[in-house]
């Protein structure tokens, strides 16, 4: 069946630092692929999503490229600051109509100053 | 829009207890979607519903559970009875469709419940 897979965390970075945070998904077709991010007492909340291959999802200086080649969403971002601190899910949501999306483990981010 | 709504947010309650946790998802949004998040298992999907029908109900740990959609408005996820091994923490997700597109899930602030 459909998994995504993230990479173990937590992860622990200084302020301005670059990060990386890899997921792989295994799936039919051309699914649509997400990230989310949990902040600290929240609910989820969409950070970037992308729709086919090569596409780039963007938002808050965060980036992703669904690379079909390799199966893979992994999430960058430049310098991280602080705030970015929380718990970051990907996410794929398999073809066809249904609007079910199937979770990675989420990997817990700690960016200290 | 005041996004999704999730009553109570937090919930205490003793072993043998019924619970009752209480969605309304955003206005306009076709489908509904109930998720349970521990430590131990992450986010799992329980249950989610198409213009108020439950569609995909396999993640329901149990026949202790169960979940009702009477209207566009409104959802509810009741567990009879509960116990220790049920502290979580429940959300709802809403999302337009079903449909092709991919549409964003917007999810509730979450309920917080601790059976003691």
């Known amino acids: 069946g459909d998994s995504v897979t993230q990479m173990e965390g937590p992860v622990t970075l200084s302020e301005e630092a670059f990060l990386t945070i890899n997921c792989t998904y295994t799936?039919?077709?051309?699914?649509?692929l997400f990230w989310y991010v949990q902040y600290p007492g929240e609910g989820l909340q969409l950070l970037l999503k992308?729709?086919?291959?090569?596409d780039k999802g963007s938002n808050k200086g965060f980036e992703a490229t669904y690379r079909k080649e390799t199966t893979s969403f992994h999430l960058e971002k430049g310098s991280v600051q602080v705030s970015d601190s929380a718990v970051y899910f990907c996410?794929?949501?398999?073809?066809?109509?249904?609007?079910?999306?199937?979770f990675g483990q989420g990997t817990r981010l700690t960016i200290n100053p | 829009d005041a996004g999704v709504i999730q009553s109570p947010r937090h919930e205490v309650t003793e072993m043998g207890q019924e619970v009752t946790l209480r969605c309304k998802p955003i206005?306009?949004?076709?489908?509904l979607f109930w998720y349970r998040q521990t430590m131990m298992r992450g986010l799992e999907l329980l249950i989610y519903?198409?213009?108020?029908?439950?569609?995909?109900d396999s993640g329901m740990p149990e026949d202790r559970f169960s979940a009702k959609m009477p209207n566009a408005s409104f959802s509810t996820l009741k567990i009879q009875p509960s116990e220790p091994r049920d502290s979580a923490v429940y959300f709802c997700?809403?999302?337009?469709?079903?449909?092709?597109?991919?549409?964003?899930?917007?999810f509730g602030p979450g309920t917080r419940l601790t059976v003691t």
């Open positions: 997700a809403s999302t337009q469709g079903p449909g092709q597109g991919p549409y964003e899930q917007y």
């Open positions: 799936a039919t077709g051309y699914p649509s």
């Open positions: 992308a729709t086919k291959a090569d």
């Open positions: 996410a794929l949501k398999p073809l066809g109509g249904a609007q079910k999306l199937v």
């Open positions: 206005s306009g949004h076709n489908s």
């Open positions: 519903f198409n213009n108020n029908v439950p569609i995909d």
